[in-house]
């Protein structure tokens, strides 16, 4: 719901910022601010900052910055209308009338709780009951103890059709509310049977929402029946893609871990908090989805898939691998742990491998590396599979939507290939320039001078910046040849700050260059990069380059410029690799 402005305001005014942060932060006060170590992410020396005068947090480590709502929110794991409420209950502040609309949702919601945790604690007390034996038994054999039973509340749903729908019903709570809570399974128009327990005969795993209230469960069978771990439907309260199995205990656990373990099951998540790692959270059910990975950003930059060591565990964390792409950030992407061949955590820590989970998480694998892994495995002996296996890395690199981390990545990808298939050196053959007037076409070759470079016309010794402004000029009026050189391009930083800036929003025009003229280019750049193509082209027609110019032929404009960036890379001593 939309809240008043000066409702929110009062509510400021009412509660000191410094006073709700300093539940979770040691706070020291240095002037007009508050000073103390960030909650969300892992320092030793403090950079977070409160300012109650202006009303934010600010983090000069990971940037986070917002208004006390903000922090409660993502604390708390609170949506905007559930942090205002709660503040402004500590405000002592009556909370603004709500729509019918909004009312009936919000008592919808909180009738489909009361069912879910009622289920939960019977679940729970069934365990203690004779009937719940076979569940005890259960966690004995997974060496669960008592502590872990009552933190992570599992129970037991005995082998009966209809035990939690009579007993939750004697309670008063509707048939209807049961099955929209997903407790109860109605069966298809036109069958006779009545409505019965969803969960029979399985050890149950209560799932959270971030503010610790059970919203759905996982069951585990222990029978023959399919499948395996059944979980709650798709509700009002629980979506699944949505949800991370522990996650309000690992996000508090996550800041003092400096880290975030992504698992693949409950039973991996209950047997690492039992050894000390409490900072684990598992999908529910589902392949790792968007939500979920910016959930775990929200904990920590760099997530650590810990999967199980088999195919179908790799499998796994090549599909979080691939999901992950077109969100990475500078700073923000994920480790995978790569354990023991036929191994998990839970199978691990029950052996009693501790030192086997903490090597594994020491020596996370970087997505790059898990990446460039998953694409090369195979046969590449021939020249077809290996130019093959580049188109294969070129669409993982455009799957990438950040151009600067894009960028990184056709590099790493291009040194990957060089070095499983070098291209051997022939130091008896030197590059060749182009000689005579660009501009009317190629008249002859000339072998360059080894290893002294002698530059060509126009050239500077003295810097890279002339060389850096021609290679533009030659682009910005020739659109067409970013598609064949935008690779070569994505390989070199130039020196001056508006030619790079010009240089990155030429790389992300490059995918449709080929249909663009010089204006229509020009068209789509933005700010100082704008300013500095519509230089570059008044300036190109005096140039001494004149392959540069708008109405020289493309062939002798792309000759011309690879010839100008290898003296440009050569120059600065950089590598020349091409992806």
Same mark, same amino acid.
């Given at each position: 719901?939309?809240?008043?402005?000066?409702?929110?305001?009062?509510?400021?005014?009412?509660?000191?910022?410094?006073?709700?942060?300093?539940?979770?932060?040691?706070?020291?006060?240095?002037?007009?601010?508050?000073?103390?170590?960030?909650?969300?992410?892992?320092?030793?020396?403090?950079?977070?900052?409160?300012?109650?005068?202006?009303?934010?947090?600010?983090?000069?480590?990971?940037?986070?910055?917002?208004?006390?709502?903000?922090?409660?929110?993502?604390?708390?794991?609170?949506?905007?209308?559930?942090?205002?409420?709660?503040?402004?209950?500590?405000?002592?502040?009556?909370?603004?009338?709500?729509?019918?609309?909004?009312?009936?949702?919000?008592?919808?919601?909180?009738?489909?709780?009361?069912?879910?945790?009622?289920?939960?604690?019977?679940?729970?007390?069934?365990?203690?009951?004779?009937?719940?034996?076979?569940?005890?038994?259960?966690?004995?054999?997974?060496?669960?103890?008592?502590?872990?039973?009552?933190?992570?509340?599992?129970?037991?749903?005995?082998?009966?059709?209809?035990?939690?729908?009579?007993?939750?019903?004697?309670?008063?709570?509707?048939?209807?509310?049961?099955?929209?809570?997903?407790?109860?399974?109605?069966?298809?128009?036109?069958?006779?049977?009545?409505?019965?327990?969803?969960?029979?005969?399985?050890?149950?795993?209560?799932?959270?929402?971030?503010?610790?209230?059970?919203?759905?469960?996982?069951?585990?069978?222990?029978?023959?029946?399919?499948?395996?771990?059944?979980?709650?439907?798709?509700?009002?309260?629980?979506?699944?893609?949505?949800?991370?199995?522990?996650?309000?205990?690992?996000?508090?656990?996550?800041?003092?871990?400096?880290?975030?373990?992504?698992?693949?099951?409950?039973?991996?998540?209950?047997?690492?908090?039992?050894?000390?790692?409490?900072?684990?959270?598992? %999908?529910?059910?589902? *392949?790792?989805?968007?939500?979920? @990975?910016? $959930? +775990?950003? #929200?904990?920590?930059?760099? &997530?650590? /898939?810990?999967?199980?060591?088999?195919?179908?565990?790799?499998?796994?964390?090549?599909?979080?691998?691939?999901?992950?792409?077109?969100?990475?950030?500078?700073?923000?992407?994920?480790?995978?742990?790569?354990?023991?061949?036929?191994?998990?955590?839970?199978?691990?820590?029950?052996?009693?491998?501790?030192?086997?989970?903490?090597?594994?998480?020491?020596?996370?694998?970087?997505?790059?590396?898990?990446?460039?892994?998953?694409?090369?495995?195979?046969?590449?002996?021939? %020249?077809?599979?290996? *130019?093959?296996?580049?188109?294969? @890395?070129? $669409? +993982?690199? #455009?799957?990438?939507?950040? &151009?600067? /981390?894009?960028?990184?990545?056709?590099?790493?990808?291009?040194?990957?290939?060089?070095?499983?298939?070098?291209?051997?050196?022939?130091?008896?053959?030197?590059?060749?320039?182009?000689?005579?007037?660009?501009?009317?076409?190629?008249?002859?070759?000339?072998?360059?001078?080894?290893?002294?470079?002698?530059?060509?016309?126009?050239?500077?010794?003295?810097?890279?910046?002339?060389?850096?402004?021609?290679?533009?000029?030659?682009?910005?009026?020739?659109?067409?040849?970013?598609?064949?050189?935008?690779?070569?391009?994505?390989?070199?930083?130039?020196?001056?700050?508006?030619?790079?800036?010009?240089?990155?929003?030429?790389?992300?025009?490059?995918?449709?260059?080929?249909?663009?003229?010089?204006?229509?280019?020009?068209?789509?750049?933005?700010?100082?990069?704008?300013?500095?193509?519509?230089?570059?082209?008044?300036?190109?027609?005096?140039?001494?380059?004149?392959?540069?110019?708008?109405?020289?032929?493309?062939?002798?404009?792309?000759?011309?410029?690879?010839?100008?960036?290898?003296?440009?890379?050569?120059?600065?001593?950089?590598?020349?690799?091409?992806?």
């Amino acid at each position: 719901m939309a809240f008043p402005e000066s409702f929110l305001e009062e509510i400021k005014t009412r509660v000191p910022l410094a006073a709700v942060v300093g539940r979770k932060v040691k706070l020291t006060k240095k002037g007009k601010e508050h000073t103390g170590l960030c909650p969300f992410h892992h320092e030793k020396s403090p950079s977070f900052t409160v300012n109650e005068d202006k009303g934010f947090y600010h983090c000069f480590g990971c940037q986070a910055h917002g208004s006390i709502f903000d922090f409660v929110m993502k604390t708390e794991g609170l949506q905007f209308p559930e942090a205002v409420e709660r503040l402004a209950a500590q405000a002592g502040l009556q909370m603004p009338e709500r729509s019918p609309q909004e009312a009936q949702q919000r008592d919808q919601r909180e009738t489909l709780i009361a069912a879910c945790e009622a289920a939960a604690l019977w679940f729970t007390d069934q365990l203690r009951q004779r009937a719940g034996e076979p569940g005890r038994k259960y966690f004995e054999s997974r060496k669960l103890g008592g502590d872990a039973i009552a933190q992570f509340r599992l129970g037991y749903a005995p082998d009966s059709r209809t035990a939690l729908k009579q007993t939750l019903i004697a309670r008063g709570m509707s048939e209807q509310v049961l099955v929209e809570a997903g407790l109860l399974i109605r069966p298809e128009e036109g069958e006779s049977r009545e409505t019965y327990d969803r969960f029979r005969n399985r050890v149950m795993f209560p799932i959270t929402d971030a503010r610790g209230r059970v919203v759905a469960f996982g069951g585990r069978t222990l029978g023959d029946a399919k499948p395996k771990y059944l979980n709650s439907p798709e509700t009002a309260l629980f979506h699944k893609g949505a949800l991370l199995y522990n996650l309000r205990n690992a996000r508090e656990a996550s800041r003092d871990a400096g880290t975030v373990l992504l698992c693949e099951g409950y039973t991996d998540v209950i047997a690492l908090a039992q050894a000390g790692m409490a900072h684990a959270v598992a %999908p529910l059910g589902t *392949a790792v989805t968007e939500l979920q @990975l910016r $959930e +775990l950003w #929200r904990m920590t930059p760099e &997530p650590i /898939v810990c999967l199980d060591g088999d195919a179908a565990g790799l499998a796994a964390a090549v599909r979080a691998a691939h999901r992950a792409l077109a969100l990475l950030q500078p700073g923000q992407s994920l480790r995978f742990a790569v354990l023991p061949a036929g191994e998990d955590p839970d199978s691990l820590l029950r052996a009693g491998r501790m030192a086997d989970v903490k090597a594994a998480l020491d020596s996370a694998t970087p997505l790059a590396d898990i990446l460039w892994r998953a694409t090369a495995a195979g046969d590449y002996s021939t %020249p077809e599979r290996r *130019a093959g296996l580049r188109e294969s @890395l070129k $669409e +993982l690199v #455009r799957q990438i939507a950040h &151009p600067v /981390v894009r960028e990184y990545y056709k590099r790493y990808f291009s040194e990957a290939l060089q070095k499983a298939f070098p291209v051997p050196t022939q130091p008896e053959r030197r590059p060749w320039v182009p000689q005579g007037d660009y501009g009317r076409g190629f008249k002859g070759r000339r072998p360059l001078p080894m290893p002294k470079l002698t530059p060509r016309a126009g050239a500077a010794v003295g810097g890279s910046g002339p060389r850096e402004r021609v290679l533009l000029a030659a682009l910005v009026n020739h659109p067409a040849l970013l598609t064949l050189v935008d690779e070569q391009l994505a390989q070199v930083t130039f020196q001056d700050a508006d030619l790079d800036t010009l240089r990155h929003q030429l790389l992300d025009i490059a995918p449709s260059a080929e249909s663009l003229d010089s204006a229509s280019l020009r068209a789509q750049l933005t700010g100082a990069a704008k300013q500095v193509a519509d230089r570059l082209v008044a300036e190109s027609t005096s140039m001494v380059d004149k392959f540069v110019r708008p109405e020289t032929d493309l062939a002798a404009v792309e000759t011309g410029w690879r010839d100008v960036l290898v003296q440009h890379m050569r120059a600065g001593e950089l590598e020349h690799r091409w992806f």
